[in-house]
């Protein structure tokens, strides 16, 4: 069960995820993401606080975001990973491709 | 890692000279307590005036030896924290033991075998951590302190020559309460100096009252300033019979280092979850070699000092850089006669009051290791008849009246000895059945992934590990759950072969999740694959999930009977 909620904070697309990314529900947050970057979003931040599980299904939907944004010179930040999160996008690599907070506030800050 | 809010000087920090030389001094002066017990010892072996210096010059000289060994952490040895040895009276017995049987020379020979035990008993420990737990490391520092108040308060009320009662409690109280007092209301380098002050303010004060006899400053008059301490002058020979009471002796040492090593890990590090065994190994195979040496030194066995440990941390110092100079002033002592001798003549009630404050530090440090993890009936029983034993050594040993079979004589040396070796047993017995296990069978295409989340989530939590840990361990059979239902790995034959039998099997320190099924063995990668195959190769998230498996659990095994598939998940805490 994942629910996908998109909601603007100034610049940045925030896009909260509550739940579990998972096979049966990683085409739908893939399809969400690549709409938000179509439609001309250039800074995106997941919210994965309420996010206990990405498998690695779902890890594959955040490379395809990150390429496609990076694209057109835009970036992605990830906040709120649990400690076990934390470690997956460790050991996949996945932490070098992406700003990661701990807050969505700290997500939120104009470089 | 995060220095507590109560440490002003962490292992690696280094204090001004000034601060370190007087913190040097406090716990020469708190370590020198323990020499005391060296001529107590050296008479009951019938040791006379220069062999008891000589005794205690060598000990000296190990124990600065092995101060520096421990805190430089060379070459595996040594666990980089500041943590003094010290020489314990729950050796003597195995030691007049052994000189009973085989005379004095066999009991530095003893030395050595207690030496090799320890540096035994630290490889052990690290493998067989399921029978020496950390828990019972505690209680073996919770007897020893428990044992040294016991001391501390029977040199209170032992009869003394020209000093009264009531001068006794007066000393006592005085040295107590200015102790008690610059520990508890004052800050900065008095709350430092606090037992440092205590004795000092202790001695004035019995010299002042004049009620250390004349006959004891003679001793001290006497004495030489300074001489050329001799090792080796009592002898060294090995016998056979000393071998089971220094194995015995080793082990008792060895777990008091372990509960000291422990405690001086917990005390300079405010987010401190476990032990790390491989340091504690390493403290250990210090204290080990040290006795090897102090063997052939003749000095009396040493172990890790849980007090002194405690009197760094309760006075704001753990810096190593205090062992360097507390290894200077032993080793300056050992050549000082009359230095030696100002401790033999410090009055019982001073020194038993010295002993009641460190005692509290050591014993609350073991009960705060046992303490440390969560107990169940196993441990409570293994740490409570332990601890029970330990207490009740004197009337144990009244009621056998010293008729007890040479075997048991071996381990009833004192109550830590008792206390920890029935730990140690109680502990291995409970090994019995200690797995709990779980079995639930989830049908591939009907049950949920909620359905397996709740049954793993109740297991991790009856676990009772680390939330890291119990993550991981979830994370893992999800991420293997996923792969086996999305990715084709199940056949799906008949009703009752089609499932995903889901068995954990959890004990203290591993949660074991074993996935079984009809089907095709999942792949497990040692590589991770490249971001461009993940984009562009649908096979590539399935060789993640197999690498993301191999990473996160401690162990993962495949098996396949040319039947059934099994993956077995292995998690250590």
Request: proline share 7%; no cysteine.
């Given at each position: 069960m994942l629910t996908i909620s998109p909601k603007r904070h100034a610049e940045f697309m925030v896009v909260s995820l509550v739940g579990r990314v998972d096979a049966s529900n990683s085409k739908e947050l893939e399809e969400q993401c690549l709409e938000l970057i179509s439609n001309g979003e250039t800074k995106m931040v997941f919210d994965l606080t309420e996010v206990n599980y990405v498998s690695s299904a779902a890890l594959r939907v955040f490379l395809l975001a990150a390429k496609r944004i990076s694209a057109v010179d835009g970036t992605i930040r990830l906040c709120g990973l649990s400690t076990t999160l934390r470690d997956v996008f460790d050991i996949s690599g996945f932490s070098k491709l992406f700003a990661i907070t701990t807050t969505l506030q700290e997500a939120l800050v104009v470089e | 890692m995060r220095l507590p809010?109560?440490?002003?000087?962490?292992?690696?920090d280094k204090p001004p000279l000034a601060v370190l030389l007087i913190l040097a001094l406090q716990q020469m002066s708190f370590l020198g307590v323990y020499l005391v017990i060296s001529p107590l010892f050296a008479r009951k072996l019938g040791l006379d005036h220069e062999q008891s210096l000589q005794l205690i010059s060598a000990t000296l000289i190990a124990s600065g030896f092995g101060v520096v060994l421990q805190s430089l952490r060379l070459f595996g040895i040594g666990s980089g924290y500041f943590c003094p040895l010290q020489a314990t009276s729950s050796t003597f017995s195995g030691l007049l033991l052994v000189k009973a049987n085989s005379g004095l020379s066999a009991v530095f020979g003893m030395v050595a075998i207690v030496g090799l035990a320890q540096m035994v008993f630290a490889l052990i420990f690290q493998r067989v951590r399921g029978v020496f737990t950390v828990q019972v490391a505690g209680l073996a520092v919770l007897l020893i302190g428990l044992g040294l108040g016991y001391y501390g308060i029977k040199l209170i009320f032992e009869v003394e020559v020209g000093i009264t009662l009531e001068q006794k409690g007066f000393l006592c109280l005085l040295t107590l309460g200015t102790m008690i007092t610059f520990n508890v209301w004052s800050s900065g380098h008095l709350r430092l100096f606090s037992a440092f002050l205590g004795l000092m303010i202790g001695f004035i004060a019995s010299c002042y009252m004049n009620v250390i006899p004349e006959v004891e400053w003679d001793v001290f008059y006497k004495a030489d300033l300074f001489y050329v301490p001799r090792p080796m002058n009592i002898g060294w020979s090995l016998d056979q019979s000393a071998i089971l009471p220094a194995i015995f002796t080793g082990l008792f040492l060895a777990l008091h280092g372990f509960g000291a090593l422990v405690a001086a890990q917990r005390f300079n590090?405010?987010?401190?979850?476990?032990?790390d065994l491989q340091l504690v190994k390493q403290g250990i195979l210090a204290e080990g070699i040290t006795n090897l040496i102090n063997s052939f030194l003749n000095g009396l066995p040493l172990t890790s000092s849980g007090g002194a440990v405690s009197l760094a941390a309760s006075t704001g110092c753990t810096s190593r850089y205090l062992a360097y100079w507390l290894a200077a002033i032993m080793f300056v002592l050992a050549f000082m006669p009359k230095a030696i001798v100002l401790w033999q003549i410090l009055p019982l009630s001073v020194m038993g009051a010295a002993l009641i404050f460190l005692a509290s530090f050591t014993a609350l440090s073991g009960l705060q290791v046992m303490a440390s993890r969560l107990l169940d009936s196993r441990k409570t029983l293994t740490l409570g008849i332990g601890l029970i034993l330990g207490v009740s050594y004197e009337p144990i040993m009244l009621l056998l009246n010293e008729n007890s079979p040479d075997v048991l004589n071996n381990f009833l040396l004192s109550g830590v000895s008792l206390g920890v070796v029935s730990a140690v047993i109680l502990s291995a017995v409970f090994q019995i059945k200690n797995h709990t296990r779980d079995q639930r069978s989830f049908d591939p295409v009907q049950s949920s992934m909620s359905d397996v989340v709740l049954f793993l989530e109740q297991q991790g939590a009856r676990w009772g590990a680390r939330p890291e840990i119990i993550g991981r361990a979830e994370y893992a059979a999800w991420q293997a759950f996923e792969v086996l239902t999305e990715y084709g790995l199940i056949d799906a034959q008949n009703d009752n072969d089609d499932k995903i039998h889901i068995k954990t099997l959890f004990n203290e320190f591993t949660f074991t999740v074993i996935l079984s099924y009809r089907g095709s063995l999942l792949t497990l990668a040692t590589e991770c694959p490249s971001h461009e195959k993940m984009l562009n190769d649908e096979q590539a998230v399935m060789q993640m999930a197999g690498y993301l498996l191999y990473r996160l659990a401690d162990k993962v095994r495949t098996r396949y009977d040319g039947n059934h598939c099994e993956l077995h998940l292995i998690f250590n805490d």
């Open positions: - | 809010e109560n440490i002003k000087y962490g292992t690696g590090n405010a987010d401190w979850k476990r032990p």
